[in-house]
T-cell receptor, first 113, second 114 residues
Framework: DTGVSQDPRHKITKRGQNVTFRCDPI?????LYWYRQTLGQGPEFLTY????????KSRLLSDRFSAERPKGSFSTLEIQRTEQGDSAMYLCASSVRAQETQYFGPGTRLLVL | DQQVKQNSPSLSVQEGRISILNCDYTNSMFDYFLWYKKYPAEGPTFLIS?????DKNEDGRFTVFLNKSAKHLSLHIVPSQPGDSAVYFCAAIVGLEGAQKLVFGQGTRLTINP
């Protein structure tokens, strides 16, 4: 039983470039979450999928951010026209159902220069 | 508006002694709480959880206590081991339906000294 995986683990990009991250949840988990963590803070919720449907988005998710989960399995998070303030750890988590523990992947650390 | 607060940014404990990490919350509607442990450059790892219908949950060296009237929970680790050195996050589940997203505290860095 593999855990949540994320790719890439690290990404360095120049301001204004687009980046895309991938998350593969635990196979039987139909709920998938994206969080962002900045230095000295706890993770903050970005968005949530139940199967392929994106059901909630945080106000933190500006229109430069888009997330998809096309077949209800893996998910992608794209950031367009990156800004230095986007530098953070992007975490993906999955769970089987409501009120169940969310299991996190290792995260993708983004640095925007 | 910080709904989950961990007021101690760091804690240092001697190996073999008890570590007590504290967490306060403001929303009385929270009914499920979790503790996660995080090493540098890794994602949070689930440790233990507690439902609001309980006031204590134990798993090996880890015990979580919930005081609903005080809106306070604590994580006890006994005995503390060097491998316990990490950042610990308290989190609450928000939402009766739908997303049920996690709201995290700021974290407490625990250092276990030999």
């Amino acid at each position: 039983d593999t855990g949540v995986s994320q790719d890439p683990r690290h990404k360095i990009t120049k301001r204004g470039q687009n980046v895309t991250f991938r998350c593969d949840p635990i196979s039987e988990h139909n709920r998938l979450y994206w969080y962002r963590q900045t230095l000295g803070q706890g993770p903050e919720f970005l968005t949530y999928f139940q199967n392929e449907a994106q059901l909630e988005k945080s106000r933190l998710l500006s229109d430069r951010f888009s997330a998809e989960r096309p077949k209800g399995s893996f998910s992608t998070l794209e950031i367009q026209r990156t800004e230095q303030g986007d530098s953070a750890m992007y975490l993906c988590a999955s769970s089987v159902r409501a009120q169940e523990t969310q299991y996190f992947g290792p995260g993708t650390r983004l640095l925007v220069l | 508006d910080q709904q989950v607060k961990q007021n101690s940014p760091s804690l240092s404990v001697q190996e073999g002694r008890i570590s007590i990490l504290n967490c306060d919350y403001t929303n009385s509607m929270f009914d499920y709480f979790l503790w996660y442990k995080k090493y540098p450059a890794e994602g949070p790892t689930f440790l233990i959880s507690i439902s609001s219908i309980k006031d204590k949950n134990e798993d090996g060296r880890f015990t979580v206590f919930l005081n609903k009237s005080a809106k306070h929970l604590s994580l006890h680790i006994v005995p503390s081991q060097p491998g316990d050195s990490a950042v610990y996050f308290c989190a609450a589940i928000v939402g009766l339906e739908g997303a049920q997203k996690l709201v995290f505290g700021q974290g407490t860095r625990l250092t276990i000294n030999p």
